[in-house]
């Protein structure tokens, strides 16, 4: 059973002759362990496709709550939240590892781009008013390799932009762009003084920010959500982004979730298995 969101006091022990530790996000329980909760505290639990909400005061048996979960439905929304996004490595989809992806799993290019990405050749969403693209090199390239033609196409591979960047990352803002909801885009960057040092062209389309804030209402209806903690809820946030294709909206919120709430060990979690999924990290 898996620890997925804590608010106020609880601890847990680990069998009935351990002492007492802190009960926090990320912690795995067996049979044995019993969680004890304080006046107002409150536990979400992920078990075999289902999460529970436990609310202090009392004392819980993980072995009962394992044994209740056995009779409910499975929840398809709960498992792909824990099991596909967060417990998972790169087994899913957007391993990283297949012919054409953009990550380390292909090994044609020499310049890795982190954001905006994707796992393949389709576009990712995006709406924000300043982009950062990022990228960075792999480790074969030369240090002295850093700095490079950032190039921004538009439809019939047209240019819009064009800069030379010293160093791994480029704000630029929409509006200079002159970005048009529903046209698909598409960026890489290479070497200044290496032309066989580049990146894939990487694609996206320009989306209404509506759509992104209907995604990110249907989220927060679910009782779940509202039920869980503020780290918890801006993982889901990440994660229902990330499943409609706004990779770099969710790669955004991964990369809050780890700064934000440097103690929770979910977020980092999340954060690193993101990079798995998405082939960006050595093997």
């Known amino acids: 059973m898996l620890v997925f969101s804590v608010m106020g006091k609880s601890k847990y022990m680990e069998n009935s002759s351990s002492k007492s530790k802190r009960l926090k996000a990320n912690t795995k329980l067996f049979p044995e362990a019993t969680i004890k909760l304080k006046k107002k505290s409150k536990v979400n639990l992920y078990y075999n496709g289902e ?85 960075k090199n792999r480790e074969e390239v030369a240090p002295s390799n850093n700095t490079f033609q950032l190039m921004i196409t538009g439809p019939g591979d047209k240019e819009v932009y064009q800069t030379e ?67 918890a809820q801006l993982f889901f946030q990440a994660v229902y982004l990330e499943e409609e294709d706004y990779h770099y909206a969710a790669y955004q919120l991964y990369l809050l979730g780890r700064k934000k709430y440097k103690k929770d060990d979910m977020l980092e979690q999340a954060y690193q298995r993101y990079l798995q999924r998405h082939g960006l990290m050595p093997e």
Do not use: C
């Open 165 to 231: 960047v010293k160093g791994f990352s480029h704000t630029v803002s929409a509006s200079t762009l002159g970005l048009s909801i529903g046209l698909t885009y598409g960026w890489r960057v290479k070497s200044v003084t290496n032309d066989t040092i580049m990146s894939p062209k990487v694609l996206f389309e320009y989306v209404a920010p509506a759509d992104q804030a209907e995604i990110l209402a249907e989220i927060q209806r679910r009782p779940i959500y509202r039920a869980s903690s503020p780290a």
């Open 51 to 135: 999460y529970q909400i436990l609310e202090g005061p009392g004392n819980f048996s993980i072995d009962n709550l394992m044994k209740e979960t056995e009779s409910r439905i499975k929840d398809s929304f709960a498992k792909m939240m824990a099991e596909d996004y967060l417990m998972a490595s790169t087994d899913g989809k957007g391993s990283g590892k297949k012919k054409g992806s953009i990550g380390f799993g292909n090994e044609k290019y020499l310049i890795l781009p982190i954001a905006p990405a994707a796992d393949d050749k389709e576009p990712v969403k995006l709406n924000d008013a300043d982009i950062k693209f990022e990228w």
